[in-house]
């Protein structure tokens, strides 16, 4: 695998509710530092939050900036240099504008074009995983993907995971192929 060839996106909106309708969840320091340290782990270098709001692209801003020339860069300097991945997005055409294919994630993917992790390498182009808050991706008012990943399955009673521990399991599988 080549890092330059494949990122990650978090999508806040539009994703679905428990009824669901259309909706958006904000995004958390949490969300930022556990998809960058993942990310920089399996040495990808591209993380995307994507929200339309401008009030969630300041918050990570200010939250970033902080590591990046303020005081939390002096003081931690791998988290600065993992949080350089963080980039934020309005919605995903402008990954698409970038040249990414789009690989959206799901527990109940939808029949048809689904790949497993490990085959994306083989393929040209630059890849993106796309990962949902919430109850998962609003693929109705998305632009279209390139396919779907083969869910996780467990054997347990839950039947997803956190979107944290998923997309380790993700990278893991694409990584390690």
Known sequence: MQADEF??????APVLNRKGVSSATAITPMDVHDFARTAAFYGVNRVFMVHPAEAMHQMVDDLTSYWQTGEGGVRNRGRKEVLQSIEMLHGLEEAQEMGYQLWFTSANPPEGAVRKPSELPSMAGKHLLVFGTAWGLDVQHLPQANGW???IDG??????????AALAIYLDRLCMS
């Open 7 to 12: 990122a990650v996106a978090l999508v806040h």
């Open 149 to 151: 990943l083969s869910p």
């Open 155 to 164: 054997i347990g009673k839950v039947r997803h995971l956190s979107v944290r």
